[in-house]
Every structure is written in C-alpha cells, then in structure tokens.
C-alpha cells in the first residue's frame, strides 16, 4: 500500500495571511501525521494561534506521544498562554504504522468525511469542541485499520460554510462520494472541493479554506517517496 496526501488552502479574500496552519511529521515508531490547525478569527493574530498550537502538537508527536494526549497537550497550552480567552479548532491525521491504523484526532466542530471499503461514505461527526476555552476540552478520536480504498476528508469551516449566503453551502459527503467513485486522486479532490468553495462564494472567499485529503492506495514494492509543494510568493 501506499499514502498519497494533497492539501489546498486560501486566505479570506483581502486577507494576506491565512489563520490555518498545516504541518507535518514522520513519527517515530513509522509513519506519519498531519496537524490542521484553524486560530480564532482570521489574518496574522490567527495565524499566530494556529502556529502555537501546530508547533505544540508537532513537538509532541516528535516525541512519541500518543494522538489524544498531544491534543489535550496542544489545548492545555493554549488554554495556559491566552488564560481561556482564545481558541482554535485542531485535527490531526496520523498513519502509525506501529498499530497499523488510521487515528483521526478532532477538536473541530467540522465533521470529518471517511470513505472505507465497508462502510462507504461516513460523515464523523460526533460533538467535539475546540482547544483553549474549557478546561474538561479532549479530543474526539476515531481509528481504523489501514487498508486500501480509504479516503479521508479534513477541512476548516471555511469549506464547510462557504455559499451560505447564496443559498446554500454545498453537500461534501455527497461530493466526496462522487469524486471517490470517480477514481479521483488526493490531489484531485482537494483541488476540486477548493475550486467548488470559491465558485460558491464568487472568488471572494469569507473565510480561510483548507482541505487535507488523504487516501491509502494499493501498491506494489519500491520504496521512493516523493513529496510536492505549491506556495504563491
């Protein structure tokens, strides 16, 4: 098998910076997670909160802590340096080859779109509360074995909200199933739900948007891995 992740992301139209911060980290029993940040409001104040708590989780994970403790570590830090005044919504995606599973951590109140063989299309969206504000804050974790044909949807309510002035947002399960059964790639996906979302709010978007797509895919020997990267400068 193999992992193929792709990431799209906009600032709020106007907006030089975005409030989203993405990172990422090989693990050290194997593998490898992504940290998705949202900081509380948008522009460059956001954009600091999301760093505080991506690089908290990042540092973390680098050494080998647990998904759920490093949000509660992530939250307990946050909540410690801005005194329960700020918050950030925080989901973090891990491949661990140790377990050999799929851990989805999420304090983001975004539901997460998880496609599997089995069960098809699901929408996890159990209540789950961003870090910083309460103290009793953990996160909600969901795990499952990996295997080929899993494709896992992670976005800020930028994407989640985008048209509701128009008449509506758009339905994601549905369109993740669609462009699933259509055999898109990662990178496909995530560009498509980027493209629809700013379609949606006529190029200006609201919000910060960021989408993580992440699939497991069959794949037989060699042992390169690449990795690409896009940033307007």
């Not at 409001?41 to 759920?68: C, H, T, Y």
Request: proline share 6%; hydrophobic share 40%; with cysteine.
């Amino acid at each position: 098998m193999e992992v193929e992740v792709a990431v799209a992301k906009v600032p709020k139209w106007a907006t030089s910076e975005s409030g989203d911060t993405l990172e990422m980290i090989e693990r050290p029993r194997g593998g490898l997670s992504f940290v998705l940040v949202d900081g509380q409001r948008s522009g460059k104040a956001a954009k600091a909160i999301s760093n505080l708590v991506a690089r908290k989780a990042i540092a973390e994970l680098a050494e080998g802590v647990r998904d759920g403790a490093v949000a509660r570590a992530a939250h307990d830090y946050l909540h410690a340096y801005k005194g329960g005044k700020v918050s950030a919504t925080l989901n973090i995606v891990s491949v661990d080859l140790n377990t050999r599973t799929l851990v989805l951590s999420r304090n983001n109140p975004c539901p997460v779109i998880l496609v599997t063989p089995e069960e098809g299309v699901q929408l996890l969206d159990q209540p789950s509360t961003p870090v910083g504000i309460y103290s009793w804050t953990k996160p909600v974790i969901t795990e499952v074995p990996l295997q080929a044909g899993i494709t896992v949807v992670v976005y800020t309510d930028g994407l989640l909200h985008a048209g509701e002035h128009r008449g509506g947002p758009m339905d994601l399960p549905a369109v993740v199933e669609r462009m699933v059964a259509e055999g898109r790639s990662a990178r496909q996906i995530a560009d498509g739900l980027l493209e629809r979302a700013l379609a949606l709010e006529s190029g200006r978007p609201r919000d910060d948007i960021s989408v993580l797509v992440l699939q497991v895919l069959p794949k037989e020997g060699g042992q390169i891995r690449t990795l690409s990267v896009c940033v307007p400068l």
